[in-house]
């Protein structure tokens, strides 16, 4: 998949794949060794969370050397901190730790935001970036889909706004030899996870999902948005990973500052566009198949 926003104009390019697709844990791995030969410069951003855990599992499983860097936020993600520390014990890496004052940043993110349409907390990773060594790869965790279910068909939701999709934006305003790898978007990787028994199970039972009571704490209907944290990734990564990897939990991260981690601030209102899953499926699973989709 490959995500594009210029002129104020969004669009995603699915591409079909090159080779015969493995599972996700495979894929993964062979991602692992495909980016460390392309330079063994390497360093992932480490929230402790699921996501980079799968991708930092996937270097370490090959004893290929990766760093990690962690952008800390004082008395406000600490949580995440401490889940980091764990980890850091648990293989022995080598680690960097990025300390930002998000209040003493407040106004000039939210003067830049109004300037690029790039939520704060997004804009941070940013800073963070540009704290880091500029000739090697930044990684970023495995980032999940995001399914919107209208008239009995699936869609796949795609939007400049997203959290992945805002904080890529973002982290390329940085000037930098080294690239920036959001970890899913390689052709076979992506139609692995889009393959995934796990994911066509959600699909099946969404009638329960979407129905089932449960809200947010202090209130409020679950977001379709946070669907795949909470239902889809858990399974499948324990699927190909079981208890090799740590399920801490808890993912969200900055704790103590609302006005970063308003959702507000992502508008997938805007700049977005929808993908039937049937044509989406159909794209990635046919070698030599390719279409972009354009912004609704």
Same mark, same amino acid.
């Given at each position: 998949?490959?995500? *594009?926003?210029?002129?104020?104009?969004?669009?995603?390019?699915? *591409?079909?794949?090159?080779?015969?697709?493995?599972?996700?844990?495979?894929?993964?791995?062979?991602?692992?060794?495909?980016?460390?030969?392309?330079?063994?410069?390497?360093?992932?951003?480490?929230?402790?969370?699921?996501?980079?855990?799968?991708?930092?599992?996937?270097?370490?499983?090959?004893?290929?050397?990766?760093?990690?860097?962690?952008?800390? +936020?004082?008395?406000?993600?600490?949580?995440?901190?401490?889940?980091?520390?764990?980890?850091?014990?648990?293989?022995?890496?080598? +680690?960097?730790?990025?300390?930002?004052?998000?209040?003493?940043?407040?106004?000039?993110?939210?003067?830049?935001?109004?300037?690029?349409?790039?939520?704060?907390?997004?804009?941070?990773?940013?800073?963070?970036?540009?704290?880091?060594?500029?000739?090697?790869?930044?990684?970023?965790?495995?980032?999940?889909?995001?399914?919107?279910?209208?008239?009995?068909?699936?869609?796949?939701?795609?939007?400049?706004?997203?959290?992945?999709?805002?904080?890529?934006?973002? +982290?390329?305003?940085?000037?930098?030899?080294?690239?920036?790898?959001?970890?899913?978007?390689?052709?076979?990787?992506?139609?692995?996870?889009?393959?995934?028994?796990?994911?066509?199970?959600?699909?099946?039972?969404?009638?329960?999902?979407?129905?089932?009571?449960?809200?947010?704490?202090?209130?409020?209907?679950?977001?379709?948005?946070?669907?795949?944290?909470?239902?889809?990734?858990?399974?499948?990564?324990?699927?190909?990973?079981?208890?090799?990897i740590e399920y801490f939990g808890k993912y969200q991260g900055p704790e103590k500052i609302d006005w970063v981690m308003n959702t507000k601030w992502h508008r997938y209102d805007l700049n977005r566009l929808f993908i039937s899953v049937d044509e989406m499926m159909n794209i990635i699973q046919t070698p030599g198949k390719e279409k972009t989709f354009y912004q609704i």
């Amino acid at each position: 998949m490959q995500v *594009t926003f210029e002129n104020n104009i969004f669009s995603v390019t699915l *591409t079909g794949p090159s080779r015969p697709i493995g599972n996700l844990r495979e894929e993964c791995e062979r991602k692992a060794r495909e980016i460390y030969k392309e330079n063994n410069k390497i360093i992932l951003a480490l929230s402790g969370g699921l996501d980079c855990q799968v991708v930092l599992h996937s270097f370490h499983s090959q004893n290929i050397p990766i760093k990690c860097a962690f952008m800390y +936020l004082k008395d406000c993600n600490d949580f995440e901190f401490n889940n980091v520390k764990i980890l850091k014990d648990k293989y022995n890496l080598d +680690l960097t730790v990025i300390e930002l004052d998000p209040n003493e940043l407040k106004d000039a993110m939210l003067e830049e935001y109004q300037l690029t349409g790039i939520p704060p907390y997004q804009l941070m990773h940013k800073h963070f970036l540009s704290m880091l060594p500029e000739d090697h790869t930044f990684i970023q965790g495995l980032d999940g889909p995001e399914f919107i279910k209208s008239k009995d068909r699936w869609y796949l939701l795609e939007t400049a706004n997203s959290f992945v999709n805002a904080r890529t934006r973002a +982290l390329q305003m940085v000037p930098r030899s080294g690239a920036v790898v959001n970890w899913e978007k390689s052709p076979e990787l992506f139609a692995s996870l889009m393959s995934d028994d796990v994911i066509k199970a959600y699909h099946d039972s969404f009638g329960y999902i979407s129905n089932n009571g449960l809200m947010y704490k202090g209130g409020g209907e679950i977001l379709v948005i946070h669907h795949w944290d909470l239902y889809m990734k858990p399974l499948l990564y324990a699927k190909y990973w079981k208890k090799e990897i740590e399920y801490f939990g808890k993912y969200q991260g900055p704790e103590k500052i609302d006005w970063v981690m308003n959702t507000k601030w992502h508008r997938y209102d805007l700049n977005r566009l929808f993908i039937s899953v049937d044509e989406m499926m159909n794209i990635i699973q046919t070698p030599g198949k390719e279409k972009t989709f354009y912004q609704i």
